[in-house]
């Protein structure tokens, strides 16, 4: 009994490991006429330091729920922030008008469908989720 516990428990770890390893990518609508995105580039539009993208149209943010792993990584990576952080960081900018954070989505599927059906819109999903409908501009891969 002990020994099956411990399978299923070392199991769940290292699904665990592999979703929170997951390479994020930032995606954005292949009309969009951006090839890609430095890593400042992104914090700055993430961070709603910046929202219009190179090709000069506006860059509509996507971001996943406070509950995401996907998240909580993306954020962790990028900035070095925890979800609380990022949240205190937004309700000060939020607070003053200086900027509003990033849209909110339900899920990665509809972050992906988002930039389909809009040129402005870019969003940050795991590699495994993205088609050829749309283009990835920068990674964030494992460290």
Known sequence: ???????????CVI???SV???DIVVIVNPKSGVDLLSKDDVIDIFMGRNRQLSSG?????LD??????????????LTGKSISEINAYWARLHFTGRATP???VRSQEE?????IDDR???AYVTRSKISAQVKVVFELNEK
């Open 1 to 11: 009994m002990l020994r099956r516990y411990l399978l299923v428990l070392g199991l």
């Open 102 to 104: 990033p849209a909110l």
């Open 64 to 77: 996943l729920p406070d509950t995401s792993v996907e998240r909580e990584n993306f954020y962790a990576r």
């Open 111 to 115: 972050a992906i469908q988002k930039v």
């Open 15 to 17: 699904c665990a490991a």
């Open 120 to 122: 402005s819109s870019l």
């Open 20 to 22: 929170f390893a997951a």
């Open 57 to 61: 149209i506006p860059a509509l943010p």
